[in-house]
C-alpha cells in the first residue's frame, strides 16, 4: 500500500468531475486499506460524533436565511462525513512496515518530487517568457480558476505549481511528503535528498505558505529531537536567518511577510489571513451558525468593502470553518486537534489549514490519510527495525566465536599467590 497512491499524487486535481477523479480513487482506496481501523474507531468513540455530523450537515441550512438546494445539503453532508472519518483515523492509523516496504514507499516519494522538481524548473523557465507549460487547463477539476491565462503570463510574475492548480498546493504536496518522511531522518539518507528536493521547489515555488509550513515544522522537529536547546537555536536561527537575508534568498518572503496586511502590494497574503479575520466578526454577528458556501455569494459577498472578488476570502481552511459552521466551528476546531496523538502531527494538521481553503475537501482527505498514516507508520516501525537489526548483529557475533574461544572464556584464572 502507500506507493500507488503516492504516484497518483501529481495528477490529484484531474479528473471528469468531482467524483470521477484521481483525488476521489486516492480517498476511497486509502478509506478501504484503513477500514477495519475506521471501525475500530466507530465502535470505540462513537459519542458525540453523530450529533457533530448532524450539526454539521442541517445547522448551516437551517438557519440560512436563504433558501437552500439540495447542492448545498451534499456539500455539508459530505464535508461531515470527512470529518467524521480523518478525526476517526488520525489516532489510530498504524501499520508495521519493514524496511522492504519503508524503501519502496521513499523511493516513490523521491521519483515524484524528483519529477515535480524538474517540472518546476521549465516552467519557471517557460514562465518567464510568457509562455504557459503544465497540464491542459480543461482536465483540471479542482483550482482551474487559479491557472494562468495569456493576460496573466504577460503582466504578473507567474511562479511554477507543477501539474497542480496553484504553488501553494504545490507546496502542501512536498510539505506532507516531508513530514511523512520526516521520522527517516535519523536512519535513511534518501530522506535527506527529498528534503533537497524539496526545499529547491520551495525557493522555485515561492509560495508564503509552504515557506513557513516547512519553517515551523523543521523548527518543531529540531527542538522535539532534542537536537539543539532553545538558545542555540534561537541564536542559530538568527545567524542563519541573517546570512540568507544578507545574501538576498529571503527577499521575496520578507518582502511578502512585511505587506502582508496591505492588499495592493500582498493580495495572497491578505486575502489568505488578514481580510478574512477582518471580516468575521460581522459575518457572524449576521450568521452566528455560518452558512453554505453555496450561498456565500449572497452572504459573504455585501460585507466585503475591499476591490477584491468576496471568493478569494475562502482561501484559508480555519477561517471557513467559521465561514461555513458559525460558532459551531469552535467546537469542530478543538475535535479536530484533540483526535491527533502526536504533536508533530498537530503542526502538520494546523499548517496545513493555511494552504488553500478546501481543507475538507476529498483530496485533502486523501493526501492526509497517506501522510498520518505513513508518519505514524514509521515512528513505530523504525526503531522496531532497528532493534531486529541489532540483535541480528549481536546473535551473528555470537555465533562467530570458535569452540576453542569458549573454553578459554570458560577457563579458571591465574590463582592469586
Not at 458525540?48 to 453532508?77: H, N
Not at 538558545?231 to 544578507?246: A, D, E, Q, R, Y
Not at 511578502?256 to 500582498?266: K, P, Y
Amino acid at each position: 500500500m502507500f506507493v500507488p497512491q503516492i504516484l497518483m499524487i501529481p495528477f490529484i486535481q484531474l479528473g471528469l468531475s468531482y467524483w470521477m477523479s484521481v483525488a476521489t480513487l486516492i480517498a476511497v482506496t486509502m478509506l478501504w486499506f484503513w477500514r477495519r481501523t475506521l471501525m475500530t474507531g466507530f465502535v470505540e468513540d462513537f459519542g458525540y460524533r453523530p450529533l457533530l455530523f448532524v450539526m454539521m450537515t442541517l445547522v448551516p441550512i437551517i438557519t440560512s436565511p436563504l433558501a437552500s438546494d439540495m447542492q448545498a445539503a451534499l456539500r455539508t453532508g459530505r464535508e461531515a462525513l470527512i470529518f467524521f472519518a480523518i478525526t476517526l483515523l488520525f489516532g489510530r492509523m498504524l501499520v508495521f512496515m519493514d524496511r522492504k516496504l519503508i524503501d519502496r514507499s521513499l523511493n516513490a516519494t523521491l521519483f515524484v518530487t524528483v519529477c515535480l522538481t524538474m517540472l518546476a524548473i521549465v516552467q519557471a523557465y517557460y514562465f518567464a517568457r510568457s509562455t504557459y507549460f503544465g497540464i491542459p487547463h480543461e482536465y483540471f477539476i479542482a483550482n482551474s480558476n487559479t491557472l494562468p491565462n495569456q493576460l496573466d503570463l504577460i503582466y504578473s510574475k507567474i511562479r511554477p505549481m507543477g501539474t497542480f492548480g496553484e504553488p501553494s498546493y504545490f507546496g502542501f504536496v512536498l510539505f506532507s511528503f516531508f513530514y511523512a518522511f520526516s521520522p527517516l531522518l535519523d536512519e535513511w539518507r534518501r530522506a535527506w535528498v527529498l528534503l533537497f528536493f524539496i526545499a529547491v521547489v520551495m525557493l522555485l515555488s515561492q509560495s508564503l505558505s509552504f515557506f513557513l509550513s516547512m519553517g515551523v515544522y523543521i523548527s518543531y522537529y529540531a527542538l522535539e529531537k532534542r537536537y539543539i536547546t532553545p538558545g542555540k537555536f534561537v541564536l542559530s536561527g538568527v545567524l542563519v536567518g541573517s546570512i540568507l537575508l544578507g545574501s538576498g534568498l529571503l527577499d521575496h518572503y520578507v518582502e511578502r511577510i512585511t505587506n502582508i496586511a496591505d492588499q495592493s502590494q500582498e493580495l495572497s497574503g491578505f486575502v489568505r489571513i488578514v481580510g478574512p479575520l477582518l471580516l468575521l466578526p460581522e459575518y457572524l454577528a449576521r450568521f452566528p451558525f455560518g452558512n453554505s458556501f453555496e450561498n456565500m455569494e449572497y452572504t459573504l459577498a455585501p460585507i466585503v468593502t475591499y476591490p477584491i472578488k468576496w471568493g478569494e476570502f475562502l482561501n484559508n481552511g480555519l477561517w471557513n470553518f467559521f465561514f461555513g459552521y458559525g460558532f459551531v466551528a469552535i467546537i469542530l476546531v478543538p475535535v479536530l486537534f484533540l483526535s491527533i496523538r502526536e504533536n508533530a502531527t498537530r503542526v502538520y494538521i494546523f499548517m496545513c489549514l493555511f494552504c488553500n481553503g478546501g481543507f475538507l475537501s476529498i483530496d485533502k482527505a486523501g493526501v492526509f490519510l497517506i501522510a498520518v498514516g505513513l508518519y505514524r507508520s514509521l515512528t513505530y516501525s523504525v526503531p522496531l527495525i532497528k532493534q531486529e537489526e541489532e540483535e541480528a548483529e549481536e546473535e551473528a557475533e555470537s555465533m562467530m566465536v570458535t569452540p576453542l574461544d569458549q573454553v578459554l572464556q570458560r577457563a579458571p584464572g591465574p590463582k592469586a599467590l
